[in-house]
C-alpha cells in the first residue's frame, strides 16, 4: 500500500473523529462532569495524535498534544471542565481539521490562532502542574499563638503582683497615730489638763503680783 493511501486513510479516520469529538465537546459542556464523554475526547485526541505520528504530520501531532495533555489533567481531576475550555477546544478542532485536509481543500489553517490556543493550554495545564501552596492551619496557629501569650501574661501579672500589692499599699491613707500609753480617756484627760493650765496661767501671775 502506498504512502499516499495510507495518508488519505488517515484524514479520512481523523475527520470522522474530529466530527464526532465536536458532538462529545457540545455534550460535555452540558454535563461537565461526565466521566465518560471527558475519555471519550481524550481517546479521540489520543487517536489522532498516534495516527499522525505514523504518517508524518508533525503539526497536527504537535497541536493535539497540548489538547491532549490538558484532558489527561482533566481525566485526572486537576482541571475542570469550562464553557470556556469547550469555546477553545472547539477551535482548535477546527484548525486540526484545517491542518489535516489543507492539501484537498483550498481553506488554510490560522497559524495565528493556533500558536495562541497552544500558549493558552500550556498555561492551562502549566496551572494545574504548579504545587499548590499549603494552607495555613488558622485554627491550629491562633491556638499555638495564644497559648505562649497567656502564659506569658500569667507570668506577668505573677511577676507584677508585688509591685501592685505595694502600690495599693502606697495609696492607702496613713494610719491614725497610737493612742498614748494610758488609752484615750487618759489621752483626753492631758489635754484638758494642758489647756487649763494655759487659761490659768495669767490668773496665777496676777495673783503673786498683787501679794
Do not use: C
Not at 502506498?2 to 473523529?17: K, P, V
Amino acid at each position: 500500500m502506498s504512502t499516499g493511501t495510507n495518508e488519505s486513510g488517515f484524514r479520512e479516520e481523523a475527520l470522522d473523529l474530529l466530527s464526532k469529538l465536536e458532538s462529545y465537546l457540545l455534550e460535555l459542556e452540558k454535563a461537565p462532569s461526565n466521566r465518560e464523554l471527558i475519555d471519550q475526547v481524550f481517546r479521540i485526541l489520543h487517536t489522532i495524535k498516534g495516527s499522525g505520528s505514523m504518517f508524518g504530520f508533525d503539526d497536527v501531532v504537535a497541536f493535539v498534544h497540548e489538547i491532549e495533555t490538558v484532558y489527561e489533567l482533566i481525566r485526572s481531576g486537576r482541571i475542570s471542565v469550562t464553557s470556556d475550555l469547550i469555546n477553545r477546544t472547539l477551535q482548535a478542532r477546527d484548525q486540526v481539521r484545517l491542518l489535516i485536509s489543507q492539501d484537498t481543500q483550498s481553506d488554510s489553517p490560522n497559524l495565528s490562532l493556533i500558536g495562541h490556543l497552544i500558549t493558552e493550554f500550556q498555561t492551562m495545564a502549566s496551572r494545574a502542574s504548579t504545587p499548590a501552596s499549603p494552607t495555613p492551619r488558622v485554627g491550629n496557629d491562633k491556638q499555638a499563638s495564644s497559648t505562649p501569650s497567656s502564659k506569658k501574661q500569667k507570668k506577668t501579672k505573677k511577676a507584677d503582683s508585688p509591685e501592685d500589692s505595694n502600690t495599693s499599699k502606697s495609696n492607702e491613707p496613713p494610719p491614725p497615730p497610737p493612742p498614748p500609753p494610758g488609752g484615750v480617756g487618759a489621752f483626753t484627760a492631758r489635754l484638758t489638763g494642758i489647756v487649763w493650765g494655759v487659761l490659768l496661767a495669767p490668773v496665777a501671775v496676777m495673783v503673786i503680783v498683787a501679794e
